[in-house]
């Protein structure tokens, strides 16, 4: 038996049951859950204690004694190693499908309810999607290397990628060459992070830096970005900070085609990951809120205005409302740009009271919710939902869903129609979701 600190780390041979909602398999032993990482439903394997708790040990596989006929070859050789994804040994099929179980697990034992009917997963392509993100820097002294990556399972260190499999292709192709900019500026021992995003144009780049660049650097971040067609912006400190290192840059932006509408944003502005599914999704979400032309609809949380515009197209008006008062402005930019003169945006932080605000004394007929990962509880309990026949609510966090919907359902007098699983990042643990209520 192995030791670690000075205490055995028990080895066992585990019945895989279950796969928890971070992608680890799930197993028990004398009476006690055992989360595995690297194991998979169905699977037999020897594992080795790597944490221990009153309710619960934490193992890792040493050797897969019997395999599950949905394991397949990870594509990364980083996989394991580096936690940007933690399902690619996992059927892409599978992975959506152990999503729509964490959904429908969550609303039961959570929120105790259950849709009507259970929506088909909505799925995109599996790999080269993610458009937005965020690397760490490091520099490691006593190996005199710089590393550019994602952080590795044990978050204190960053995972040295030679190539990424999830990001979009022009990011991909990027990696090592950032790793060579930064071991070359006199900076590198400064830089923590680099933000990548990518709309229908050129690649954009985000440089945090801790101290001011020299001359030398400035050039060859300039030089960097000529000679990869790309945009590069440096952030000296808090995202009000964010400069372009050129002034000529065209506005950075994406498409709507069916809704003939193009949104542009700033490189540190939210946009969905994944422009396939989001497209999708949004297509998902005006089908199931079923808007009528003479309809009043009020969209919260509503960022860039990513479903208020399209809804614009088909009904009265949208009224979109959004604590980030930069991404506010934007929205409005955008629905001017647009020709869209049937939406308004305001600012306000949803978790607070709301009942002095002008558009909370609105009448609305349907209500469109996109809340962050702490769901939203605090808004729904102020707002006066008298009127609202239909709720659609997109969730990027199935636990906040199933109580949010809990209150819909026992305290609001809504029932729950439908609800389904998204998969928005797949190869990941991350579950987006969406139902739709109506009222009772």
């Known amino acids: 038996m192995a030791r670690a600190g000075g205490k055995a780390r028990r080895e066992y041979e585990l019945e895989i049951v279950d796969l928890s909602h971070d ?118 002294e006593k190996k005199g290397a710089v590393l550019v990556g994602f952080r590795e399972v044990d978050p204190r260190f960053v995972a040295q990628l030679a190539y990424c499999h999830t990001v979009v292709p022009d990011v991909a192709a990027l990696i090592v060459p950032l790793t060579e900019l930064i071991a070359s500026l006199q900076a590198k021992t400064d830089i923590p992070q680099i933000e990548f995003i990518q709309g229908d144009g050129p690649l954009a780049l985000v440089f945090r830096h ?136 305001f600012a306000a932080d949803l978790n607070e009271e709301i009942a002095t605000q002008q558009w909370s004394r609105q009448r609305f007929t349907k209500l469109l919710i996109d809340p962050p990962r702490a769901g939203a509880l605090e808004v729904l309990k102020r707002l006066d939902l008298t009127g609202i026949e239909r709720i659609v609510y997109v969730s990027c966090h199935p636990a906040s869903l199933a109580r949010d919907a809990g209150y819909l359902v026992q305290e609001r007098g809504y029932r729950l129609l439908q609800a389904g699983a998204m998969d928005m990042f797949p190869q990941t643990a991350h579950v987006e979701s969406i139902a739709v209520f109506e009222r009772a």
């Not at 395999?67 to 050789?77: E, K």
């Not at 499908?97 to 697990?105: F, I």
């Not at 259970?118 to 599996?126: E, G, K, M, S, W």
Request: one cysteine or more.
């Open 210 to 345: 801790l101290t001011a660049l020299c001359q030398s650097d400035l050039a060859c971040l300039s030089e960097f970005g000529d000679k990869h067609q790309l945009q590069v912006f440096l952030q000296s400190g808090g995202p009000h900070s964010v400069q372009p290192l050129r002034e000529d840059y065209p506005p950075l932006h994406f498409m709507l085609p069916e809704y003939g509408i193009q949104f542009r944003f700033r490189p540190l502005d939210f946009i969905q990951v994944n422009a396939r599914l989001n497209e999708a999704m949004i297509q998902r979400a005006i089908e199931l809120l079923n808007p009528r032309q003479e309809d009043e609809i009020l969209d919260l949380f509503c960022g860039l205005g990513n479903f208020t515009l399209p809804l614009a197209r088909s009904v009265a008006q949208v009224v979109g409302v959004e604590g980030d008062a930069g991404l506010v402005a934007r929205a409005a930019e955008n629905a001017e740009l647009n020709g869209i003169d049937n939406a308004r945006f």
């Open 23 to 140: 992608g680890r398999g799930v197993a028990r032993w004398e009476g006690k859950t055992v989360f595995v990482t690297g194991a998979l439903i169905g699977e037999t394997v020897k594992a080795q204690q790597t944490g221990r708790n009153r309710s619960f040990d934490e193992a890792r596989v040493l050797e897969i004694l019997k395999p599950s006929a949905d394991r397949i070859q990870p594509q990364c050789a980083h996989f394991g190693v580096c936690s940007g994804c933690v399902l690619q040994h996992l059927h892409a099929d599978r992975q959506i499908e152990a999503k729509q179980r964490t959904l429908t697990e969550n609303l039961q034992r959570i929120g105790h309810v259950q849709p009507s009917d259970v929506l088909p997963v909505l799925t995109a392509q599996p790999w080269q999607y993610r458009r937005k993100g965020r690397f760490s820097v490091r520099y490691v």
